[in-house]
């Protein structure tokens, strides 16, 4: 079944310590992207990534570190989390080109204390 | 950045009407894409649309490519209580640039 896999889907920690949110995605698509979600907001991209080793800063990408060494996986990196960062974060992959057409995983539920 | 205003924020609807929202951009789209996002969920593609007139049908659902190319449209009809959830609309101005997301609809059916 094609999808888009985060891990964990639920994390509490506390700040400073860091952490780090799995995405898989099984399509070979080119393009994957990290977005957050906030309460009246909608969603904002942190990091985005058009190829393997190739990776772009979005919106907001403050306090965030991404790696693409191979083309299923993009993870998100807080080094030093703060509750500014409790949100809810979503992966998302696409073909990429002409049709960007999204799909995104089920989300990551982030509470910093 | 982008600026991709949708309305309204949030509908409190009965079963059975029908539904309207819209997404309006500062700046010109080639594309506009509608996503539903339900409850502990992510954002799931209910429509696309890739031309300025552009009308396109998913069941109950309609959406329109502004002919400005800076709107879009989604309607709903004869809303049902598992239409429940966030609509986002999102933009993308030139292919294979970044999308821009509205900020949500969220619609709450009664049965």
């Known amino acids: 079944e094609a999808q888009v896999t985060q891990n964990p889907r639920y994390l509490i920690t506390v700040t400073g310590k860091k952490l780090t949110v799995t995405c898989s995605q099984n399509?070979?698509?080119?393009?994957m992207s990290w977005y957050r979600q906030d309460p009246g907001l909608g969603l904002r991209q942190i990091y985005y990534?058009?190829?393997?080793?190739?990776?772009d800063k979005g919106d907001v990408p403050e306090g965030y570190k991404v790696s693409r060494k191979e083309k299923r996986n993009f993870p998100l990196i807080l080094e030093s989390p703060s509750p500014n960062q409790t949100s809810l974060y979503f992966c998302a992959s696409s073909p990429g080109g002409l049709e960007n057409i999204q799909y995104f995983g089920a989300g990551t539920r982030l509470s910093v204390l | 950045g982008q600026q991709l205003n949708q309305s309204p924020q949030s509908m409190f609807i009965q079963e059975g009407e029908d539904v309207s929202m819209n997404c309006t951009s500062s700046?010109?789209?080639?594309?506009w894409l509608w996503y539903k996002q339900d409850p502990g969920e992510g954002p799931v593609l209910l429509i696309a649309l890739y031309k300025a007139g552009e009308l396109t049908s998913n069941g109950r659902l309609t959406a329109q490519f502004g002919i400005t190319r800076k709107d879009s449209f989604l309607n709903i009809s004869a809303s049902i209580p598992s239409d429940v959830g966030i609509y986002f609309c999102?933009?993308?101005?030139?292919?294979?640039?970044?999308?821009?997301f509205g900020e949500g609809t969220q619609l709450t059916v009664n049965p």
């Open positions: 399509m070979n698509h080119e393009y």
């Open positions: 990534s058009m190829n393997v080793e190739v990776t």
């Open positions: 999102a933009g993308q101005e030139t292919s294979g640039s970044r999308l821009t």
């Open positions: 700046s010109i789209f080639n594309t």
